[in-house]
């Protein structure tokens, strides 16, 4: 992972195992709000609010119309109106995604489908925030760090060294996300270490039997440990992307 400004081109979009990011002309705004709730007494100047109650959300999708069977815009959107999708934004540090940069990642309902005719047809899909399954996480957070960028391996990762170093060790939890664009039975997972040395690498999360294109969004228990340092791991040969949400309160 680099560090400085960058620049949207660097920024990627995955939506239940497909990749948009060649049609997506714009994302957002990706957000996490706190409702306030009228806790006032006689005393009180301002009103308060409930802390872990968040509204997630990653805004509106706009695009550019493509109709290409299957995995077009199209296909892939209108088949989505008033359902769950998992979604994974990446965002590149002056460079394509790479490991270690940070994600926006959740489970969203997409409310509709919209194309507006102009000078060219664009597409609009708006979202409505956590879906009842991901509101149900009682996670506050959406944003983490990839693990793997959307790439192929040719099996499984027994580097040490290719994992990201996530800060000391936490018991508050977290989320997978895992994004499969092309396989067949395969499972990915998240693992961690107190060492990054292969050997001490163990399963901490993983997506369960994907056939691409497919995603999977896994929540470990708000109690359960999270070691230093996190990876990428494969079950077969496999194109995907994932990333790990780490909560941290």
């Known amino acids: 992972m680099t560090t400085g400004r960058t620049t949207t081109k660097y920024t990627r979009v995955y939506i239940d195992g497909y990749d948009l990011s060649g049609r997506v002309r714009s994302i957002g705004p990706a957000s996490c709000s706190f409702a306030q709730v009228d806790c006032r007494v006689l005393t009180d100047e301002i009103i308060g609010y409930l802390p872990g109650q968040a509204n997630i959300n990653i805004g ?15 296909a892939v959107g209108d088949a989505g109106k008033g359902s769950q999708r998992t979604a ?10 790479a ?15 919209s194309t507006m005719v102009g000078e060219s047809v664009m597409v609009n899909l708006p979202f409505m925030g956590w879906s009842a399954s991901g509101s149900t996480l009682l996670y506050d957070q959406s944003w983490g760090v990839l693990l793997h960028a959307n790439g192929a391996e040719a099996g499984a990762n027994t580097s040490g060294t290719s994992g990201v170093n ?4 936490s018991a508050l939890g977290g989320y997978a996300v895992f994004m499969l664009f092309s396989g067949t039975a395969i499972t990915l997972s998240v693992q961690d ?7 001490n690498f163990g399963l901490l999360v993983g997506s369960g039997e994907l ?37 941290t309160h």
């Open 99 to 113: 490991i270690g940069d940070p994600a926006f990642c959740g489970q969203f309902i997409q409310q509709e489908f």
């Open 211 to 247: 056939t691409a294109p497919s995603a999977s969004l896994i929540a470990l228990t708000r109690t359960a440990t999270v070691k230093q340092f996190i990876r990428w791991q494969t079950s077969a040969a496999a194109t995907f992307a994932i990333a790990f949400v780490r909560a």
């Open 166 to 169: 996530n800060g000391a060790s």
């Open 193 to 199: 270490s107190d060492d990054a040395v292969n050997a």
């Open 60 to 74: 509106a999708l706009n695009a550019v119309f493509d109709n290409t069977a299957t995995t077009g815009i199209l």
């Open 88 to 97: 994974l934004i990446t965002m590149g540090i002056r460079a394509v995604p």
